[in-house]
């Protein structure tokens, strides 16, 4: 519905129909009659968008090689500026309709899994659920003992026992040149970069 071509099409469809019979069985021939023009219209839209993105995309690819070995001319660079937004709306445009046919699809089969899905969580749950704890030998089923005696469980389990580690120092170990040391920091050159990708 967002093509500019759509309600002519849609017009055009509605307005030349010829049918014969009673109300209902017209109106239900006149949809059929739409929704496949809209189907047909719609497939050969689809192509083109197709084939426009493919061109777009080469245009943009041969415009990056250029940019390697040249300086690109201002009518390139603009070139370059609205072929990448075309590919955006293009892109766009056949995300939209992928979740169209998501939607149409999980309407007419359903969530087949959708039950068993909830039963798997709400066991889960069941599982994971703490119902009460011993605590000092006594049965307790009140949430805040039950924080209180696992935080303080974990708070124990974590404790770290020494101010300080000791620090690991020795000349045994290997250490890295000076020169080494600042490569680590230094920004990929683009020969890097090219034999990574």
């Known amino acids: 519905m967002l093509k500019k071509d759509f309600s002519i099409v849609f017009d055009n469809a509605w307005n030349n129909f010829h049918g ?4 209902d069985k017209y109106f239900q021939m006149k949809l059929k009659y739409l929704k496949g023009t809209l189907k047909e219209w719609r497939s ?3 192509q083109k968008e ?3 993105l493919k061109r777009t995309r080469e245009l943009v690819d041969e415009l990056d090689v250029a940019t390697e070995t040249r300086k690109l001319t201002d009518l390139e660079i603009t070139t370059w500026r609205e072929s990448k937004v ?3 709306e293009l892109e766009h445009v056949a995300k939209l309709d992928l979740q169209q046919k998501a939607k ?5 089969d359903g969530d087949e899994n959708t039950r068993f899905f909830h039963g798997m969580l709400k066991n ?7 119902h009460g ?12 003992n039950i924080k209180k005696e696992v935080f303080d469980f974990f708070g124990i389990k974590f404790h770290e026992p020494w101010p300080d580690r000791p620090k690991l120092i020795s000349p045994l170990f290997k250490r890295l040149q000076p020169d080494q040391s600042s490569t ?3 920004s990929f050159s683009i020969d890097e970069i090219k034999k990574a990708v």
């Open 124 to 130: 889960n749950q069941r599982k994971n659920k703490i």
């Open 44 to 46: 050969v839209e689809v």
């Open 133 to 144: 704890l011993i605590i000092n030998g006594v049965w307790s089923s009140e949430p805040e």
């Open 86 to 88: 075309r590919i955006r």
């Open 20 to 23: 014969f019979g009673v109300p």
């Open 50 to 52: 197709c084939a426009t």
């Open 104 to 108: 149409v699809k999980w309407i007419s």
């Open 184 to 186: 680590l920091e230094s």
